[in-house]
């Protein structure tokens, strides 16, 4: 990203310098998909993609904001909030949250831009939130609390914008580190930063596959894992671990497809702490083991993986540089991720690209990421 263009993008649409820079992150999840949900854990990091803004405070209560990538427009004001379409939604949700809790807010004058591909599971639009978090925060004045503002974006987006998401992607765009994992308890918000062990790499693989229906199917998702919860007589899914699972499913019925979804979670959860425990101990062969059973898990008990993931995912487990692969994200197309031998990177790139374009006849995007800082003001 070049701050000096942001900057000189700013100069042309308002005639002045901006007074602050602000960054934020998009994710990827290395393990715990849709555990965030059911109070569980998750193991993500920020990744070095992100969406910058420059802007200065106005001395009134006016928003305008240039999207330079969707040369887009949007006004409106901070008194008068009104729903609307498209990606200011974003912006809109989290001032009135902010708002809403009390915060008195500046309007402001911005350019924005960014480099996560859209819509393909690497969060786009919670780094868009936690920019624009961090944006009021630098131009209205107030401290920078990263969990506070990380759940005041999830509010954002399950109340304003009307998408039913858990916490972990707005977590991980507000509190990682650089060069760290995250691994977040779900339920209290507990967090632990953990360095992602040398010599690996993490490889984004984009099947350039997006699905539309992807709200309805992630929210009857979320439904038949309350109705697992129901049954077990627990709070959320979090509650129930490996062996009362095993137990339980046995003594009395459960229907079959709650069942699958339920296993997933419990399983997925179980899968999340070993882990965690795995990279601190430095055990990147059985890390990977626990990356591929979470995608077959996903692919076979959860059922949110795609022709095109199943496909991405063989193809980068074929190579012998990789340790395990799997699905990232809430699925049904987007990216997966595979965990590789650092010095290896580039040939199993080519050659999962390669692959990939022959047994589905599409072209991948591939992107070997780096831990990044979470949202951010950019030192100039
Ligand atoms: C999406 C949601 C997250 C999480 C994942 C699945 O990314 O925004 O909250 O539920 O799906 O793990």
């Given at each position: 990203m070049n701050i000096q263009n942001l900057e000189q993008s700013f100069s042309t649409y308002f005639n002045s310098k901006p007074e602050f820079i602000v960054r934020a992150p998009g994710r990827v999840n290395l393990i715990g998909e849709h555990t965030d949900y059911n109070d569980g854990f998750v193991l993500p990091m920020a990744i070095d993609r992100a969406v910058w803004m420059a802007l200065s405070p106005r001395d009134d209560s006016q928003i305008r904001i240039r999207s330079l990538d969707l040369e887009a427009d949007s006004v409106f004001d901070l008194n008068s909030l009104t729903k609307g379409k498209g990606w200011a939604e974003y912006i809109k949700g989290v001032a009135y949250e902010l708002q809403n809790a009390g915060y008195s807010l500046r309007g402001f004058d911005a350019v924005m831009t960014g480099n996560i591909p859209r819509g393909a599971g690497l969060s786009s639009s919670a780094a868009v939130e936690l920019a624009a978090a961090r944006a009021f925060a630098a131009t209205s004045g107030f401290a920078w609390d990263a969990a506070q503002m990380a759940k005041f974006a999830q509010k954002a987006e399950n109340e304003w914008v009307g998408v039913n998401c858990g916490i972990m992607d707005q977590m991980a765009s507000a509190v990682c580190i650089e060069g760290h994992v995250l691994f977040l308890d779900c339920r209290s918000l507990e967090y632990q930063l953990a360095p992602l062990p040398e010599g690996i790499s993490i490889v984004i693989l984009d099947t350039s596959t997006r699905r539309g229906l992807v709200d309805s199917a992630y929210n009857e998702r979320r439904s038949q894992c309350e109705e697992a919860a129901f049954w077990f007589g627990?709070?959320?899914?979090?509650?129930?671990?490996v062996l009362d699972f095993k137990r339980k499913t046995k003594e009395e019925r459960l229907d079959e497809v709650v069942l699958k979804r339920a296993r997933h979670i419990v399983t997925e959860n179980a899968r999340v702490l070993e882990a965690y425990k795995m990279m601190k101990a430095g055990d990147i062969k059985r890390l990977g083991e626990l990356f591929n059973a979470s995608h077959d898990s996903l692919r076979d008990d959860f059922e949110v993986t795609n022709d095109a993931l199943n496909i991405m995912v063989s193809c980068a487990r074929?190579?012998?540089?990789?340790y395990g692969a799997r699905m990232t994200g809430a699925g049904f197309g987007g990216c997966a991720v595979a965990l590789v031998r650092e010095e290896y990177a580039g040939e199993f790139t080519k050659n999962v690209s390669d692959v990939y374009r022959q047994r589905s006849g599409l072209e991948a995007g591939i992107y070997n990421c780096r831990p990044s800082e979470g949202a951010n003001l950019v030192n100039r």
């Open positions: 627990v709070r959320a899914l979090r509650d129930v671990g074929e190579q012998q540089s990789c």
